[in-house]
C-alpha cells in the first residue's frame, strides 16, 4: 500500500535503522517508512539486492532511501554512518539499534573472539550510536532510540552467554539513556522479542535438526514449545509496527521501558 506523505504521522522524519538488510531491522524499516519516516538502510548483503530493496521502499512509500555498508563492529564506521545519515537524509530524529549475530556454546567453549564479536555489535555498538546522534536530538528536543533487546536481556539461556549479557546491557543502556533524556523530547526504550523466524533463528534451527538428527520441522516445533507459550514466532512486522508507534506522540512517556513481544515468554 502507497502511504499518503502528507498525512503520514512521521512525515518528515529521517529514521537510521542498523541490521536492515534482513529480519527484524527490514521489518522496522518498511514500518517507519509506511508512516513516512525516511529511511536508512544498513547491514550486510548483495549490492544489487540492496539497492533493489532501497528503490523498491522509497517507491512504495514515496520517502527517500539511503544505504551504508558500516560494519557496526566498528566505532569509526558507525561515527561515519550517523554523518552520513545525517547528511542524505536532513538528520537522524529515530535511531534503531538492531543489527545484532549470535553464537551459541558452551562458556568454558566460547572463543574469546566471539564473545568480543558479540559484545562489539550487540551492546558497544548501541552506545557509539547514540553517543553520535544525541547531539542533534537535543538541537532539536526530539528524537526516538529503540534498541532491539531481546527477552535474552530479561532471562537467560544455556550456551548463550555472550549473547545474554549482552542484551542485559542493551537494557541497562536503555535506562540510563531514558533517564539521561527524561527531561527532553527525546525517548529511549528496548524491544524484547522472543523466536522471530529470521536467517538469525534459522541457523539455530538448522543446528538443532543436525545435532538431534531430526527434521527441520519438528526442530523448528521443539525450539518454539521449550520457550513460546503461543508457540507461533513473533513476525517483523509486528516488531516494525511496535517501533512505530514508540515514534508516535503516544508514547512520549514510555521512557526506559523494554517491551517484550513473545508469545508469553518472559511471563512464565
Ligand atoms: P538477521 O540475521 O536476520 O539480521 C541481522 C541484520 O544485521 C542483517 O541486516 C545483517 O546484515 C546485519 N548485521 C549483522 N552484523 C552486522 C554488522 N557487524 N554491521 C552491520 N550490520 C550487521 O537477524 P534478526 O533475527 O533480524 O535480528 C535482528 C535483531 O533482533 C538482533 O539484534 C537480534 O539479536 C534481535 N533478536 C532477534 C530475535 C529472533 O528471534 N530473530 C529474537 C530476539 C532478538
Not at 534482513?22 to 539486492?49: C, H, K, P, T, W
Not at 556454546?105 to 557509539?128: G, T, Y
Amino acid at each position: 500500500m502507497t502511504s499518503d506523505a502528507s498525512r503520514a504521522a512521521l512525515a518528515g522524519k529521517s529514521a537510521l535503522v542498523t541490521g536492515s538488510t534482513s529480519g527484524i531491522g527490514l521489518g522496522i524499516a518498511r514500518a517507519l517508512a509506511a508512516e513516512g519516516s525516511n529511511v536508512m538502510l544498513n547491514g550486510f548483503g548483495d549490492a544489487r539486492q540492496i539497492e533493489r530493496l532501497c528503490a523498491e521502499l522509497a517507491a512504495e512509500h514515496r520517502v527517500s532511501v539511503a544505504f551504508s555498508p558500516a560494519d557496526i563492529a566498528h566505532p569509526a564506521q558507525i561515527r561515519d554512518m550517523v554523518a552520513a545519515a545525517t547528511r542524505e537524509l536532513d538528520g537522524v530524529d529515530i535511531l534503531v539499534n538492531n543489527a545484532g549475530i549470535q553464537h551459541t556454546a558452551p562458556l568454558e567453549e566460547f572463543p574469546d573472539e566471539r564473545w568480543e564479536a558479540v559484545i562489539a555489535i550487540n551492546l558497544s555498538s548501541n552506545f557509539h550510536a547514540v553517543k553520535a546522534v544525541l547531539p542533534q536530538m537535543k538541537r532539536r528536543n526530539w528524537g526516538r532510540i529503540i534498541n532491539i533487546a531481546s527477552t535474552h536481556g530479561l532471562v537467560a539461556s544455556v550456551h548463550k552467554a555472550a549473547y545474554v549479557a549482552a542484551k542485559h546491557g542493551v537494557l541497562g543502556l536503555t535506562k540510563a539513556v531514558a533517564l539521561e533524556t527524561a527531561t527532553s523530547g527525546i525517548t529511549c526504550n528496548a524491544i524484547c522479542p522472543g523466536w522471530v523466524l529470521t536467517p538469525l533463528v534459522q541457523k539455530q534451527i538448522d543446528e538443532r535438526a543436525a545435532r538431534e538428527r531430526i527434521a527441520p520441522e519438528r526442530a523448528r516445533s521443539e525450539l518454539l514449545a521449550e520457550k513460546q507459550p503461543s508457540r507461533e514466532f513473533a513476525t517483523p512486522e509486528e516488531i516494525g509496527a511496535l517501533a512505530a508507534f514508540l515514534c508516535s506522540q503516544a508514547a512520549a512517556q514510555i521512557r526506559g521501558a523494554a517491551l517484550p513481544v513473545d508469545g508469553g515468554w518472559v511471563a512464565q
